[in-house]
């Protein structure tokens, strides 16, 4: 077997228009690491032999694929993964690009993608149907690109052959195109001030569950339930205003938003926002070093929100892709 890095390791997706029926690839996506792979449940017989020691079968029970993709957020190939987070999108022309907006899909049986594995070194291809994405998070710091890391869930590999990664050019982002807003409605996030926010990290969670029956190995299906925002900001200690979110039991609109002012498209810039309705603060941590600059860190999490009824207000993507 030959010696290999992950570089050499190919990632295609592709939205399936049927879900758990394979589509090929339309879209490859640079990576920086994948432990997406194989898994099996074993049913260990207990039957004993005369012998204190082991019964004599240990036998596949069920099989199913999972694991991780990391790979900093692009705007093109993201959109696939939004799609599988939030479950619809509306594409549109926009300032001669396009603009993908997002809403949460109220059910329990969002799209799925198809997973083409492409091995150079080996020529030892894959593909795993009905990926479902179980959680996804987004992490942004003022000295590195913004980094997703997405937990998958899927149907179990099968052999194909002939896979051959074609690339687009992306657009990337740094954390000097992240900016944070909070307000008391979403109606004031437009006016509100940009955050000094040093650190941020959310995360969209979707709890899956493999749904098995008798007959078979695999899932009958892969579905998404409980949809959870949760994430922390990361700031200096200056007064008590944080402290005071967690404590008085108060509620604020967020705004995420990330643009690459440095390219243009069209008329306007690669983006993705997101505006959080309603959401709470749920914990506050100082941190006091001796020879640092005191910083706070607090929790958010998204809640519904009754006068606009959601809980994410607002979603999109910009590109030069048309739709997904």
Known sequence: MAKKIGRLINLGLAKESSRGVAVA???????????????????????????????????????????DVEF????????LVALATFGT??????????????????????DSLTFWVEDV???????????????????????????????????????TSGLSASYVAENKFTGRDVSIKIAAATAGLDAASILNIKELSVDFSKNVMRDYALSSVQAIDILNQKFEITGTLTLDLGD???KDYMLDGGYKALRIDIVNANVTIGSTNPAFRIDLSRVAFDAWEPARPNDEIATQTINFRAMYDITNGDIINNCYLVNETASY
């Open 72 to 79: 900093d957020l692009v705007d093109k190939t993201f959109g």
């Open 240 to 242: 008590d205003t944080y």
């Open 121 to 159: 070194a080996e020529s030892n291809d894959v593909f795993f149907e009905l990926c479902m994405i179980n959680s996804l998070n987004i992490t942004a710091v003022p000295e590195d690109v913004v980094k997703c890391t997405a937990n998958w869930v899927g149907k179990s590999s099968e052999d």
């Open 25 to 67: 690839a339309t879209n490859w996506l640079p990576k920086s690491n994948i432990t997406f792979s194989d898994k099996v449940q074993k049913a260990v017989s207990q039957s004993s032999y005369g012998t204190i020691g082991e019964g004599n079968q240990e036998l596949v029970a069920l099989k199913w694929a999972e694991g």
């Open 89 to 110: 999108v509306s594409s549109a022309s926009f300032n001669s690009a396009y603009k993908h907006t997002y809403t949460l899909q109220n059910d329990n049986q969002h």
